[in-house]
């Protein structure tokens, strides 16, 4: 009977050992933050009062990890229109963005607009994609311009 009691408190003792082991700590998987990159591209205005080569320069994430600015510079290729965009971007994910600006120095610009040539403030907004990194495409809309289409490269930073 002794040898029994001894064993049931061994079996019980051990279960207890086991049942009592702190379970293993979960450690948090690290937050993804957006690093700040740089958008370098190039495209065209093809709509025919513009017909324009572009050329951006955008730094994004650089505010809270998610918004961040752009220039734009547009040239006639027959003609003697020019623009330069000033504006912000805003990450949706890292691979989506969503971006928007205005003219502001220029003759289609916000404070030196001349309305003689029937065409309004330059302004635009549009969504950029990374598809296959460091691929970047941009697509952006204007009232006054039309579709633009722009390719180009993202540099970490």
């Known amino acids: 009977m002794k040898k029994f009691v001894l064993l049931v408190l061994f079996v019980f003792g051990a279960i207890a050992h086991v049942l009592a082991q702190p379970e293993p700590v979960k450690t948090p998987e690290p937050k993804k933050t957006l690093a ?3 958008f370098v591209t190039g495209g065209y205005v093809p709509k025919t009062e513009y017909q324009a080569l ?12 998610r918004f ?13 229109y020019f623009s ?10 890292q691979e989506i963005y969503v971006w928007g600006g205005v003219d502001v120095f220029t003759r289609h610009g916000l404070f030196t607009h001349n309305d003689n040539e029937g065409k309004g403030i330059r302004k ?17 809309w204007s009232f006054g311009a039309g579709l633009t289409l722009e390719a180009g490269i993202r540099i970490l930073l």
Do not use: M, Q, R, W
């Not at 600015?69 to 003697?80: L, M, N």
């Not at 330069?84 to 994910?93: K, S, V």
């Open 68 to 80: 961040g600015a752009y220039v734009s510079f547009e040239k006639g290729t027959d003609s003697g």
């Open 36 to 38: 700040p990159v740089l």
């Open 54 to 65: 572009k050329a951006s320069v955008a730094l994004n994430n650089i505010v809270l990890n």
């Open 84 to 93: 330069n965009i000033y504006g912000i971007t805003g990450a949706i994910t």
């Open 124 to 140: 635009e907004f549009g969504i950029s994609a990374i598809p296959v990194k460091p691929l970047v495409v941009k697509a952006g």
